[in-house]
DNA sequence: CCGTGTTGAGACACTCATGTCTCAGGCGAG
DNA sequence: CTCGCCTGAGACATGAGTGTCTCAACACGG
């Protein structure tokens, strides 16, 4: 019971990241189930979304958790990151334009949790010396889910490799498209 | 009347930038004319969004076009086409959202050029030795996309000033997080 | 003053996703 | 075997958004 919500949970992800207009009984044969059956598990469509963002916000803090943002080099942690997060690119791609979440007065504080810890390790880096400062920490932030987010749809159309993930959104943001001077 | 549909685009794009699933009523009302009159210049919804994609690509191709990407360093090609592209910044987020128009056969050619030229852009960096050639150029017009939304949105929500837009994207698209060894 | 043309408001039917319900079939536990 | 529980299939009502239509009000030029 409580492996068939994951279950249904995780086809769901999958489906909505590459058509986020699903309909539920889409959503339902994803999963192998009937409508009336994924009914049972989640009252709505409203619920189901919840669901995912909860699922999204956990899977989140457990690769924050995993990375260890606060050992080592800023620069490594990023990279860490990024590694972690990579197999919830896609349900976070999903969340980040599922713009219904974030109007109102009644979005997840999960979020705000999540944004805090990742801006602190960019604010970290740049007190550190390590990360320029003329970018701002909420930025960086903001640049890294639309990064994410842009390289879980090019990975989904097939125009990124899935092992190329890693280095395509961390080597981006950190390094830039310049050639650096030297190494 | 040509102004008029005109006027109508420009207040449907800024609608549907902070609200994608806008009612034909509330786009109509946001143009100040009634959702007969709406109807009697866009044959439905899909008809609209069309006429939006084709505004974001004419806006787009003016855009290349101003910032002559073709001249001088590669890096300065690219932050006046970020600047030259920001007034365009929130038509596009809406459209990069709009993954039907991305599935099915019937999607328009005009991406098709222009990342094409973004994408030659990149190229020439690399061929000249400015740009890092380890970030294929499709993701680095993937990750233009992807950060031209994401600062757009940071924008309509006032977590990043307009003043800001381009510098924010074309340094971070270009130098990244990273501090420069020297200069 | 009078036709012409456009507009807004509203009514209407239609489609589609949703939410709820019932019922028959299957499957395992006792 | 039989009972209880869960499931799938389908019917049904509902609501929202849409597309079409009519009609009265209005502005404008002749």
Chains 1, 2 share one sequence.
């Not at 339902?28 to 189930?33: L, Y």
């Not at 969340?95 to 604010?123: H, K, M, P, V």
Request: glycine share 10%; net charge negative; proline share 3%.
């Amino acid at each position: 019971m409580a492996l068939d919500r994951d279950h249904v949970l995780r086809s769901a992800a999958a489906l909505l990241t590459r058509k986020s207009t699903a309909t539920m009984d889409e959503v339902a044969r994803a999963a192998g189930i009937s409508r009336a059956t994924l009914h049972r598990h989640f009252a709505g469509r409203d619920a189901l979304v919840r669901a995912l963002e909860a699922l999204g916000i956990a899977e989140c803090e457990a690769a924050l958790n995993r990375a260890r943002l606060d050992e080592g080099p800023a620069a490594d942690a990023v990279r860490r990151l990024v590694r972690e997060i990579q197999p919830a690119a896609g349900l976070l791609a999903f969340l980040y334009g599922e713009n219904q979440l974030w109007e109102g007065e009644g979005q997840n504080t999960g979020w705000l949790g999540l944004d805090t810890r990742i801006s602190a390790l960019f604010q970290r880096g740049q007190r550190d010396g390590e990360l320029r400062i003329d970018l701002t920490p909420g930025w960086l932030t903001e640049a890294f889910y639309g990064l994410i987010t842009s390289c879980a749809w090019a990975t989904v159309d097939g125009r990124v490799a899935p092992r190329d993930f890693p280095t395509m959104v961390a080597e981006l943001l950190l390094g830039g498209a310049l050639r650096r001077a030297e190494s």
